[in-house]
């Protein structure tokens, strides 16, 4: 075949393309396109590879597409956010255990210690959950760690709400010929509490039946990587879950902000408020930096939002009250709970 003395010849990983203004068999070497190859010399167009595949950096042959998640061989924030989750647990867990030791104490007696040790629970479930999120995602961890995730949140915020509406009604009936005194016990908070996570156990088994979350091959967002991921199945199950959440932690926040400067000396209403403003700052700065990444980022992002909200709940909730039993036993009395002005 005659060859022209105008050209060189192309490599595999290019094609010919028309130099314009010279003779059809001048010609120059133009690279393959994305996603496509030349796997021998002077080729006339380039194919492109399966969908699976993808071609190597000379784009002479196609290669398998790296999966991407978040593996416990490849990403440090994997073993970061698995040591993070087991410390709060465990914290979680002591905390829990010694609440029950000193269960007759006034400073865990005091606002309903049956809702702490719920509260304390489901914060346990909730560190635990991260887990789920971790690892090759499939169809029934896909389906398991948004319920798992969002069941006990749920029951965190349903106990925190039934603690501030608690500590309403208690304000309420020290004034003299207050209606409220017949709503002091321990059967409202408990209704409240059951009340409000039903409700959201009900939406997550709507979820599930109707349009459950599933395992999800993403090989367009990023070029030459597969992301495994979990898509949610029904959006509007997922945020009506986030959304309910955030309603309860909103109403919270009102109640105990209302109450913040009631007379105890300790009054609960102030880490209550605390608390749910770190939980409503969190999830609220989440949901645009959920949506805005892609791959095993969003899936980092929801993790550190369970894990930055739980602690803090943790943390304003529990610790005025650990420092008073490790600390300052000789305040933990019945006296010093009510305050002066109520006596």
């Given at each position: 075949v005659p060859r022209g003395r105008c050209s060189e010849e192309c490599l595999p990983g290019?094609?010919?393309?028309?130099?314009?203004?010279?003779?059809?068999?001048?010609?120059?070497?133009?690279?393959?396109?994305?996603?496509?190859?030349?796997?021998?010399?002077?080729?006339?167009?380039?194919k492109k590879c399966p969908e699976n595949e993808w071609p190597n950096k000379a784009k002479n042959t196609c290669i398998d597409k790296v999966?991407?998640?978040?593996?416990y061989k490849e990403d440090i924030l994997v073993l970061l956010f698995s040591i993070t989750s087991v410390i709060f647990a465990t914290t979680s867990l002591l905390i829990l255990g010694l609440f029950f030791l000193l269960r007759r104490t006034p400073i865990v007696r005091?606002?309903?210690?049956?809702?702490?040790?719920?509260l304390l629970f489901s914060l346990i479930l909730s560190f635990l959950s991260v887990f789920l999120f971790l690892g090759r995602p499939v169809d029934i961890t896909c389906m398991l760690q948004q319920v798992i995730f969002g069941v006990p949140f749920t029951i965190s915020a349903s106990?925190?709400?039934?603690?501030?509406?608690?500590?309403?009604?208690?304000?309420?009936?020290?004034?003299?010929?207050?209606?409220?005194?017949?709503?002091v016990g321990v059967k409202l908070p408990n209704t409240v509490m059951l009340f409000c996570s039903s409700i959201q156990v009900m939406n997550c088994i709507l979820w599930l039946s109707i349009s459950p979350p599933f395992q999800e091959y993403d090989m367009d967002s990023y070029p030459g990587k597969v992301i495994i991921r979990c898509n949610e199945g029904s959006v509007i199950g997922f945020?009506?879950?986030l959304g309910y959440m955030g309603f309860l932690a909103a109403v919270s926040f009102v109640l105990a902000f209302?109450?913040?400067?009631?007379?105890?000396?300790?009054?609960?209403?102030?880490?209550?408020?605390?608390?749910?403003?770190?939980?409503?700052?969190v999830w609220i700065a989440m949901i645009p930096a959920y949506l805005s990444t892609r791959g095993k980022y969003m899936v980092a992002v929801e993790i550190f939002a369970i894990l930055t909200s739980s602690a803090g709940i943790l943390l304003c909730m529990f610790s005025p009250k650990l420092y008073i039993i490790l600390l300052k036993p000789e305040l933990n009395t019945r006296g010093t709970m009510l305050g002066k002005r109520l006596l």
């Open positions: 290019f094609r010919k393309s028309v130099r314009e203004g010279y003779h059809p068999c001048c010609y120059n070497c133009a690279p393959c396109s994305e996603g496509e190859i030349s796997n021998h010399s002077d080729s006339e167009l380039c999966n991407e998640y978040l593996s005091a606002n309903n210690r049956n809702l702490s040790f719920i106990s925190i709400l039934a603690k501030t509406i608690m500590v309403f009604i208690a304000f309420k009936a020290t004034r003299p010929g207050s209606s409220c005194r017949k709503w945020y009506s879950m209302m109450v913040r400067t009631l007379p105890d000396s300790f009054n609960e209403a102030k880490y209550i408020t605390f608390s749910m403003l770190v939980f409503c700052s």
